[in-house]
Nanobody, 114 residues
Framework: QVRLVESGGGLVQAGGSLRLSCAAS????????MGWYRQAPGKQRESVATITTGGTTNYADSVKGRFTISRDNAKNTVSLQMNSLKPEDTALYYC????????WGQGTQVTVSS
């Protein structure tokens, strides 16, 4: 069974940075796409950033220019570098991997104080 473990969340002041990591129990090259999603209280889960096997990236408009997704195929990890954080970035951040099914991690909390 695929296991995804997120880490790197925490409490940071507005304008600060955090780096999230997602460690997969299998070779990430076996997944068509991997990505980061987030869900704030009372809101639907939304896509933040995705990256394909070929390295094509896609970002939500709200994070473009501030967040960068990357993958390390040798370490089977996907990371999300988050800069210039805003209070509205506060959410539970999830890692997702897609093959024939979608696999989700348990999430890591990011809280940005104003």
């Amino acid at each position: 069974q695929v296991r995804l473990v997120e880490s790197g969340g925490g409490l940071v002041q507005a304008g600060g940075s955090l780096r999230l990591s997602c460690a997969a129990s299998e070779r990430i090259l076996s997944f068509y796409v991997m990505g980061w999603y987030r869900q704030a209280p009372g809101k639907q889960r939304e896509s933040v950033a995705t990256i394909t096997t070929g390295g094509t990236t896609n970002y939500a408009d709200s994070v473009k220019g501030r967040f960068t997704i990357s993958r390390d195929n040798a370490k089977n990890t996907v990371s999300l570098q988050m800069n210039s954080l805003k209070p509205e970035d506060t959410a539970l951040y999830y890692c997702k991997a897609t093959r024939w099914n979608d696999y989700w991690g348990q999430g890591t909390q990011v809280t940005v104080s104003s």
